[in-house]
Each structure stands twice: as C-alpha cells, then as structure tokens.
C-alpha cells in the first residue's frame, strides 16, 4: 500500500499519513475533514512510502498505520512522549520554552 506523509505545521513532530492517490496533493488535503485540518494545522508533503507488513517504521506500527489508512482514509501520529510532556510543562510553567 502506498501512502503520502505530511509534517503538520500544529505540532512538531506530528505526521500525517494519507493514501497515495493519483490526484493533486492539494485537493486530497481539502478534502479532509475540518476537524482533521484544525488539529493539524497546514501540511507540508514529506515523503512518499510503500507500507507493507513486512517493513517497519521508526516511530509506529506499520499494521496499525496500514489499518488506518484502510478504515479511517488517514493515519496520525502523535509526538513522542518527550514532546508532549513539554507541551504539559508549558501550561504549568509559561517561562519554559523549546
């Protein structure tokens, strides 16, 4: 199965895995659901992957990414943990920046 990988521009480190299709990339993006696009901000294409089950990848499962993309038409990945306890500090203490 091949896929797009977005970076969005929301939150570092968040990735966005959309089916590849044949269409423009721009109009496969519009037709996200506005929810999708609040929480992931502007995307900028990153790459182009051919997920199979006997691949891995870096930072998630691959099945659970292939499932996704077959059930839900997208795939998102958070930050690591590292990236989100940062963003949690930040609510508790305003001075501390990335």
């Not at 199965?1 to 721009?26: Q, W």
């Not at 992957?49 to 077959?70: C, M, T």
């Amino acid at each position: 199965m091949r896929c797009v990988v977005f970076r969005c521009a929301k939150k570092s480190e968040m990735y966005l895995y959309l089916p590849y299709a044949e269409e423009d990339l721009d109009v496969l993006v519009e037709q996200l659901d506005e929810d999708l696009k609040k929480i992931t901000g502007r995307l900028t294409k990153v790459m182009e992957l051919k997920l199979s089950p006997k691949k891995k990848l870096a930072r998630v499962d691959v099945g659970e990414v292939i499932s996704a993309l077959q059930k839900k038409g997208f795939y998102l990945q958070s930050p690591p943990h590292e990236i989100l306890r940062k963003d949690v500090s930040m609510l508790h203490n305003p001075s501390d920046t990335f």
